[in-house]
């Protein structure tokens, strides 16, 4: 939570000034959270489709017609107060941006080839569960990432990897 206060939408909405949904939730900022948004107020989704924000309810209480300010950028008019709707309330990473770059997207398509392989190779041994990508398929995925990048990291001590997967130390 990076340090901010962490709040109830119906106590959030009148105090914030930039909203971003990431629940994965249906109609997470509802009218009476529009109703109470200060003006200028800055309302994006990132967390599912574009069923996160309720525009069907904005679009019932908003006082005149949608005004597109600048491209991915809507205005809405609220209680005589501005509320501006980013990439028509879809994926903001995709809808106002190029969606995700390449060096994420090879990473995660190498996670599920790597996970399909694994899956196709111990078939006969895995229940009928979900399971984990196994830790070295991500750490294998990982390192070749770095090493395409140039990059080089140090080694984990084993000190270090004893203290990183307990509890013993610390405050």
């Not at 190498?110 to 006969?124: T, W």
Request: with cysteine.
């Amino acid at each position: 939570m990076d340090g901010f206060r962490v709040l109830p939408m119906a106590e959030a909405a009148p105090i914030g000034d930039i909203f971003c949904t990431l629940t994965g939730n249906i109609h997470v900022i509802r009218a009476e959270h529009f109703r109470a948004m200060k003006d200028g107020a800055i309302v994006c989704n990132s967390g599912h489709f574009n069923v996160e924000l309720d525009l069907d309810a904005l679009g019932k209480i908003t006082e005149r017609p949608v005004r597109t300010v600048r491209p991915f950028v809507e205005e809405y008019m609220v209680n005589g107060r501005r509320v501006f709707i980013l990439g028509e309330g879809r994926l903001i990473n995709l809808a106002a941006a190029e969606g995700h770059p390449a060096s994420v997207m090879d990473m995660s398509f190498a996670n599920q080839s790597l996970g399909a392989e694994y899956l196709v190779k111990h078939a006969a041994t895995l229940s009928r569960d979900v399971h984990r990508v196994p830790e070295a398929i991500d750490r294998e995925i990982a390192r070749l990432k770095l090493a395409a990048g140039g990059v080089a990291i140090d080694t984990l001590t084993a000190e270090q990897t004893k203290y990183l997967a307990s509890w013993d130390m610390g405050t």
